[in-house]
Structures are given as structure tokens and as C-alpha cells.
């Protein structure tokens, strides 16, 4: 599966699936919003895997608000293909 990060002229950027479940949120991009990096990975786990690794990150925080239990992160590294999610 394909994830994108787009980035517009004031600076902002958003990581999101390329896949039908990420329209809403290209919807909020402005007009001038490009892609300037991708992504092919199996998991949703993978993809923030890769951006922490393309951003330089040393460690993985997901989202400083959320808390995850270890059963829903192993869920985020079932592949695209087990969740029966097409391209």
C-alpha cells in the first residue's frame, strides 16, 4: 500500500494512505499541497516505521495524545492483504 506525505506552500504536511479511506483527508490539503515523498509498505506499522525513519526520528511516538495497548499495536502491523484492504 502507498502513503504519501504532502506539503503545501505555507509549510504543512500530512502523511496519509494513498487509498480511498485517506479522501477525507486530502480534502483538507490546499490547492498548492504536493507530494514530496512516498512509500510502499505492507502495514500501517511500517508506514510510520518509514516516516519516523525519512523525518530522522530516533524513537516512535504515535500521536502524543493517543495511548496504545500492546494488542492494538501488533493490530497495526497485520498487512493490507490480511485486512482484505484493495489498492
Known sequence: MKWELWKDSDGKEMYI???RIGDLGR???SDNAK???HCDVESAYE???KYMEYKGFKFIRI???LRYKKSEL???KRTYKELGWEE
Open 17 to 19: 494512505i494513498s487509498h
Open 27 to 29: 480534502k483538507k490539503l
Open 35 to 37: 507530494v514530496i515523498w
Open 47 to 49: 508506514a510510520q516505521v
Open 63 to 65: 500521536w502524543w495524545w
Open 74 to 76: 501488533d493490530e497495526s
